[in-house]
């Protein structure tokens, strides 16, 4: 359930279509409405899409600066850099 507090909540991202989104997107989207945190594996639970396709795509957005990605016990959690705890 979306923080009532997060100013995300104005998002753009948030009234599109998830189909219409391009993978990066997508993902941003789904951040956004967990807020700004989610295990890796759930985001191949949600978009179904492979292993493979999420891991390349997560590579590319944590090289861009645009997510972080964290040891998570056997798995990743994927963070939106404003979300990090200090």
């Not at 100013?7 to 993902?27: C, M, T, W």
């Not at 949600?46 to 990605?69: A, F, N, P, V, Y």
């Amino acid at each position: 359930m979306p923080r009532t507090d997060d100013p995300d909540l104005d998002n753009p991202l948030l009234g599109v279509d998830p189909e219409l989104l391009n993978p990066e997107r997508r993902i941003l989207q789904l951040l956004i409405i967990e807020g700004g945190r989610l295990p890796q594996a759930t985001l191949v639970e949600r978009t179904r899409w492979s292993d493979s396709t999420i891991s390349r795509t997560l590579c590319r957005m944590e090289t861009q600066g645009r997510i972080e990605r964290h040891r998570l016990g056997p798995g990743k959690c994927v963070v939106l850099p404003q979300n990090r705890e200090t």
